[in-house]
């Protein structure tokens, strides 16, 4: 009988082994590659979840907001304006009355001033009525005129700014109130400027003002806070980016590109 060679032998273990182990090697691959897949697949369903939940719950806050400021609007505001028409009535032919009328019809006005400015802060008429640009142009005014900084706004692309749609309008409309907002009440600015171009296929609006800025943020600290966080997720919603000023740089600035 033919002896075998124990080399022989040894050299068919060798490759079961290599085999055995090259298969077990590629099993455990093959695991972890399907177990990071369904992962993956989670983590973007959450995401997309997320994005689905912020966007409903921002499109029932729009819907009570646009009823609340027309009740402010219609009710409150006419109610407001026929007691004014009462006081011009009792002014007549009573000259005795007339500091009286004058303070109580002053107090009168400054109200309806509070409920118009609400209303609008609400539900934006002119955004509906005239378009993004006058809308933008209003609320640049108002925050001028109250003297609680000073606003230059400067649109080198208004074709492009009416091509927005409602919904997307509104989003950049209500992240504008958001950055004015944070301005006057936390940045101790005097000056702010606001300034829409094209850039290529993308609408680019540039905010900047001379305040004290966000400061330096450490690695690992969340999102600024809940204003910058509602300003993330409106402009995720119309698929804008947006890119934060440098916090070694005075003031505080953000750019934000909407595409088409």
């Not at 032998?9 to 399907?34: D, E, K, P, T």
């Not at 640049?140 to 609680?148: M, P």
């Not at 208004?158 to 936390?186: C, D, G, I, W």
Request: net charge neutral; charged share 25%; with cysteine.
């Amino acid at each position: 009988m033919p002896q075998v060679n124990n080399t022989d032998n040894i050299y068919v273990l060798l490759l079961i082994g290599m085999a055995g182990m090259f298969l077990l090697a590629s099993a455990v691959v093959l695991f972890y590659v399907r177990n990071q897949k369904r992962l993956q697949r989670q983590k973007e369903e959450q995401i997309r979840y997320q994005k689905e939940l912020t966007y409903a719950v921002i499109q029932s806050q729009e819907a009570e907001r646009k009823r609340i400021g027309r009740d402010l609007h219609d009710d409150v505001g006419s109610a407001l304006s026929n007691l004014k028409l009462y006081t011009i009535q009792l002014q007549e032919g009573r000259p005795e009355a007339f500091a009286t009328y004058k303070a109580f019809r002053t107090q009168v006005d400054v109200i309806i001033d509070k409920v118009r400015s609400i209303s609008h802060m609400l539900s934006p008429a002119e955004l509906e009525m005239f378009g993004l640009e006058e809308s933008i142009e209003e609320l640049c005014l108002v925050i001028h005129q109250s003297g609680a900084v000073e606003v230059t706004f400067d649109n080198r692309a208004p074709a492009e700014m009416k091509r927005l749609s409602y919904e997307r309008a509104l989003s950049l409309y209500r992240v504008l109130q958001e950055l004015f907002a944070n301005t006057v009440k936390h940045a101790g600015a005097g000056k702010v400027s606001l300034t829409f171009y094209q850039e290529g296929n993308e609408l680019v609006c540039v905010y900047k003002d001379n305040g004290r800025g966000l400061g330096k943020k450490t690695p690992g600290q969340p999102s600024w806070g809940i204003g910058m966080r509602n300003i993330e997720s409106r402009l995720g919603m119309i698929r804008a980016t947006y890119q934060l000023q440098d916090p070694s740089e005075q003031g505080f600035g953000i750019q934000i590109n909407i595409p088409d």
